[in-house]
């Protein structure tokens, strides 16, 4: 038995549902499909680069998140640099994204219902604040202090609130700084940047590990609590702070699918992360051995000149890698984060993990709505130079426009995703790497995903449909950049979300008894399935070519462990 439930359904689609809803009181197999992802009056299969959307005033209600994931959100941030002790609001987000209805549900009234059917499988990212450097409290413990271009500024570790404030912006200032080791990171002649690069203070002198003199080379403005950057430095912070630990609990706890880790500087600093991701999965499941726990994947946030400095060790210990732009654009000369960005976006590429590009993608539709020329530029740019995905921030979060954002990221991305799948040509000059690790199962299954891709490409197929149950197959395939979207049916809620980051992967819960993994399943029945799935979807129709892909268990009198296998099939009538 198998049941459709997609809002990918258009408005005249009514009968196609009521077709796939009698054949419930007729199937006799007991496999059901749940497709559940949310589109509304887009194609078929939505857009193939994803799209990330976080949340925040402007989106924390049923309705707001309704409407972005029915206008193309795949994964929801949560970004917890300005939370506090108190998770009610976080808390708050995740379960309104969980709930998110979309079209789907009005089709699907009446129709059977499960109680372990999801509401969607749209993915949540948790951006942890991480080890940042922020100003104190001010001289006088007042708000706000002008700092005069020339003036003498003396950067500090003591309390400063209780210093009578300057009698003008030419000084002499004292600012309070929460990074213990200031004096023995800089020297004379390096910058300091105060509130994102605003202000920037030269080094005259290094007095001790806590005092440093410099002279402002700019004036503006400086509150408590802003973001100190020490570009071109190396500095000693660990890499979780006591938050992001209480922070990445909190994602294990409540079913988090990714975890943006901030500020990473070395690959040790990802490790870090991991084992103590593991640790925490590991003690959840001996309190809850009944529970379901899996750790978020790591996206590493390459924020400063450390972090590109060593990007490739860092991209081997990562699950992928967020372009952060902010910060980096401060932390290194702004000229260059450009190629920085098409370097990692490049390798990321070639190493098959998903990177998201972002920061002030769309900056201006937090106040306008409509994205300026330069904006669109960026993000089609950004797509077509390979990023899985694309993010908003302050645009959904906090802007005035978080819904018509939202449509203009979609709709840039499905033009650049038509440019792309129709001059990309990765596919037909990568070669399966040889010796790519011991694992013969691994080259076998890296070699067969090139076929696929391959052969939808040359052969024009409408979609690749892929049996996935760890998810190996469904980025295996994404690895190389398919020009179709791939149709990866999944046994596991929780790898299904997963795999939202890796662009053209449509994941699709498949919901059976039958293991994928046992040499008893019949491959071929659930193979059928899925396309008589896609059929019903209105994603494929007759004469239209599929490439499908799967790894079975070889049986008793086979000589073999598993298979890999691609079939190339055209639709018939029924």
């Known amino acids: 038995m198998f049941f459709t439930a997609n809002t990918f359904l258009q408005a005249g ?144 570790t003591d309390e400063v609130y209780g210093d009578s404030p300057p009698s003008s912006p030419d000084g002499p200032h004292r600012i309070q700084i929460d990074y213990k080791s200031i004096g023995s990171s800089v020297s004379i002649g390096s910058q300091i940047l105060l509130d994102d690069g605003l202000i920037a203070l030269k080094v005259m002198e290094v007095k001790d590990r806590g005092h440093v003199m410099t002279v402002a080379m700019n004036g503006g403005p400086i509150k408590k609590n ?121 390798a990321c590429n070639e190493a098959g993990k998903p990177v998201i590009v972002a ?29 899985d995905a694309v993010m908003l921030s302050g645009e959904t979060a906090a802007g005035k426009y978080p819904i018509e954002s939202v449509q203009a990221m979609t709709s840039i991305v499905g033009e650049a995703d038509d440019i792309w799948n129709e001059s990309h040509s990765v596919a037909q000059k990568s070669e399966p790497r040889k010796n790519l690790t011991a694992d013969y199962l691994d080259e076998e299954l890296e070699a067969i995903a090139l076929s696929a891709v391959r052969s939808a490409k040359d052969m024009n197929a409408k979609v690749i449909i892929l049996i996935s149950m760890s998810g190996r197959v469904a980025r295996a395939v994404a690895k190389h950049k398919p020009t179709v979207p791939v149709l990866a049916f999944c046994t596991d809620i929780l790898v299904a979300r997963r795999l939202q980051l890796h662009r053209s992967i449509l994941p699709i819960l498949l919901q059976t008894k039958m293991d994928p993994g046992s040499n008893v399943t019949r491959m071929g029945f659930l193979r059928a399935e899925a396309v008589r799935t896609a059929k019903e979807l209105g994603i494929v129709k007759a004469g239209d070519r599929v490439v499908t892909v799967d790894r079975t268990a070889g049986k008793s009198h086979d000589h073999f462990d598993f298979s890999h296998n691609i079939k190339v099939s055209t639709i018939r009538e029924t």
């Open 226 to 346: 802003k973001g100190v950057n020490l570009p071109n430095t190396s500095i000693d912070l660990p890499a979780l702070t006591d938050k992001d630990k209480q922070d990445l609990l909190w994602a294990c706890k409540n079913g988090a699918d990714f975890v943006a880790a901030s500020f990473i500087r070395t690959a040790a600093n990802v490790r870090s992360v991991h084992a103590y991701l593991d640790r925490c999965i590991a003690d959840l499941k001996a309190q809850d051995p009944q529970g379901t726990y899996m750790r978020p994947l790591i996206i590493s946030k390459i924020e400063n000149k450390e972090g590109v400095d060593n990007f490739h060790e860092i991209l081997t210990e990562s699950d992928g890698i967020m372009v952060a732009r902010g910060d980096l654009g401060v932390e290194i000369p702004f000229r260059k984060v450009f190629a920085a960005q098409k370097m990692m976006v490049k």
């Open 13 to 156: 689609s009514r009968s196609l549902f009521s077709a796939t809803t009698t054949r419930l009181s007729t199937a006799t197999s007991s496999t059901r499909f749940f497709s559940l992802h949310a589109f509304a009056e887009m194609k078929p299969v939505g857009t193939m680069t994803k799209v990330v959307c976080t949340l925040g005033p402007s989106t924390d209600s049923k309705e707001t998140i309704g409407q972005l994931v029915r206008n193309g959100m795949h994964v929801a941030r949560i970004n917890f640099s300005h939370a506090g002790q108190d998770y009610s609001y976080p808390e708050k987000l995740l379960s309104l994204v969980r709930a998110a209805p979309g079209r789907h549900q009005e089709l699907a009234d009446g129709a059977v219902h499960s109680d372990n059917m999801p509401a969607n499988l749209r993915a949540v990212l948790v951006d942890t604040k991480g080890p940042e450097i922020r100003t104190g409290p001010l001289q006088g413990n007042v708000e706000v202090v002008d700092i005069a271009s020339g003036a003498a500024v003396e950067i500090t």
């Open 359 to 387: 920061t002030q993608m769309l900056d201006s539709m937090q106040r306008n709505p409509r994205p300026t020329r330069a904006e669109v530029t960026d993000v089609g740019t950004a797509c077509l130079d390979g990023a």
